[in-house]
């Protein structure tokens, strides 16, 4: 059985995101399928991801992450600062 590391608990949710590149790239949509206070899973349509994006939560406020693992169009990332 796999351990779980995560030092906060997950909630599931299914909501709409944006993922930005970096300063001035156009963001583009993904779907946040669970969210803790240290980290999300997300799906996104597209292969490209970098080690580092910001996440725009469907409320506006963005939140710098870091790339963890990632199957196929599926990744999880730790909120970073």
């Known amino acids: 059985m796999l351990a779980n590391r995560r030092r906060s608990e997950r909630q599931l949710c299914k909501k709409l995101a944006k993922i930005q590149f ?13 969210i803790s206070d240290g980290g999300v ?3 996104a349509d597209y292969p490209e991801i ?7 939560l469907s ?11 990632r199957i196929g169009f599926e990744f999880g990332a730790e909120f970073v600062g």
Do not use: A, M, N, Y
């Not at 409320?59 to 693992?69: D, E, F, I, S, V």
């Open 59 to 69: 409320t506006g406020h963005p939140r710098q992450c870091k790339l963890r693992w």
């Open 22 to 34: 970096g300063t001035g790239s156009l963001p583009r949509d993904c779907t946040i399928t669970d």
């Open 41 to 43: 899973k997300v799906i």
């Open 50 to 56: 970098p080690s580092e994006f910001t996440l725009i």
